[in-house]
């Protein structure tokens, strides 16, 4: 991508994240977004198609920060299983509450669906390429993907409440703390069930 595009996309970012913090996605028009971010309405509709598609783009960026950090760690051997979940889920954390208000307009609005298949995406990544590694067990590709998305989905409810909900604040660390147990001890007893 050449770099004129790049800096029109982060100026619309930037503007639909500053109107956030006042509004709600659906109350903010294309042409507030254009003026806020000083481009043309041609150029709105030449890198994104809709309000939604530029909070996407956002949230799908955060998330490939945060694996790259967790990518790092994939390296090591020394860091048990629940250690690398706990640190992979606050490097998550950390990237998503930078952008708190885009976050949170993402999984409680239109995007949400796609939001979350994003989030779905990079978790089940997360699972298969280093939790399940750590257990030299064989699984099959019926079994990763159902460890995959019941895990999936027990972090993105955590990660989702942890968001939207203003009046708690959980701190990233408890947080990170609490998935980390969770799905390395669940597994233990997946693997334990004959099959």
Known sequence: MDLRKRRSQEKLQLALAQHL??????????????????VSR?????????????????IEALFEKAWTKTEALIQ??????????????????????KERTMMRAAFTGQAGIQCLSLLKTLISRLISDRILFQFNHNFNARQLDTISDFYAGGIIGTVQGWLIDETSMKDIASVSRQ??????????GYIAKPY
Request: charged share 30%.
């Open 42 to 58: 041609q150029t709105f509709y030449s890198n994104f198609d809709s309000k939604q598609s530029i909070l996407l783009s956002r």
């Open 76 to 97: 090591s051997s020394e860091i048990g299983r629940e250690e690398f979940v706990e640190v992979s889920v606050r490097n998550l954390l950390e990237e998503c509450d």
């Open 179 to 188: 998935i980390g147990r969770l799905i390395p001890h669940g597994l233990d």
């Open 21 to 38: 913090q006042n509004k709600t996605i659906d109350e903010i028009t294309i042409g507030e977004l254009t003026k806020t971010a000083g």
